[in-house]
């Protein structure tokens, strides 16, 4: 019987020594949080990260997004006078392409904010107006723009409207930047990636409007 007390020892002296081998070779989980677009981004590990993993939104955010509803309805505002107004293909489609994509991202916003118990412009209290009425964002075209954009036809409307929106998609990047210059602005995961997208998205937009407004007369 000795013999086998012996053995039935050792196999448990073995088996915790593995155990404990392989607690002592676990690594420590690090997570990478983001910096904001043209800044590093940071290392976090152990407990640090997991306090930081999930952001709470700010003030700064809500501004962001409640913001840039406003910003991209009159986007939405110039795209519907762009069918009675040139016969540029070109243009059409551009015009096409902001809309579909700025609709969509409205959304994303509104559902954004309701899933925090933000207010919503359009809904409820605020149906009607927005929390911005009466205040332009960066380069929002002032009520003269508009009815300077809306008298123009042709060749004139072509050209006033690639130069109203490079203005109007300049300032978005400009509403992007005073987010993530903001303390703990842009930090949460998904409007992180919003903004981002919106910045890169701009910069591609403006790139093509600058190509369009060189080819015209």
Do not use: Y
């Not at 002296?13 to 997570?31: E, H, I, Y």
């Not at 969509?104 to 309701?114: A, G, T, Y």
């Not at 899933?115 to 605020?126: A, F, K, L, M, N």
């Amino acid at each position: 019987m000795r013999p086998l007390l012996l053995t039935r020892s050792a196999i448990a002296l073995v088996v915790l020594s593995a155990c404990a081998s392989t607690t002592a070779t676990v690594a420590v989980p690090r997570t990478i949080q983001p910096g904001a677009p043209g800044t590093p981004s940071q290392v976090i590990s152990g407990r640090p990260a997991d306090a930081t993993s999930a952001p709470k939104h700010t003030a700064a955010d809500v501004t962001f997004m409640t913001g840039m509803i406003a910003h991209h309805q009159q986007a939405l505002v110039m795209t519907a006078l762009v069918a009675d107004r040139t016969t540029s293909r070109d243009l059409r489609l551009l015009a096409l392409r902001i809309e579909l994509s700025q609709t969509d991202e409205i959304n994303l916003m509104k559902s954004w904010l309701r899933d925090r118990r933000e207010p919503v412009p359009g809904e409820g209290q605020h149906s009607g107006h927005t929390m911005h009425e009466g205040h332009l964002m960066p380069g929002m075209l002032t009520p003269e723009q508009i009815v300077t954009l809306q008298a123009a036809r042709g060749t004139e409307f072509d050209r006033r409207f690639l130069e109203f929106m490079i203005q109007h998609h300049e300032g978005a990047i400009t509403m992007v930047a005073d987010l993530f210059s903001s303390p703990g602005g842009g930090q949460g995961s998904e409007i992180f990636g919003f903004a981002s997208d919106v910045d890169s998205d701009q910069q591609m937009e403006i790139a093509r409007m600058r190509r369009l407004l060189a080819a015209r007369p």
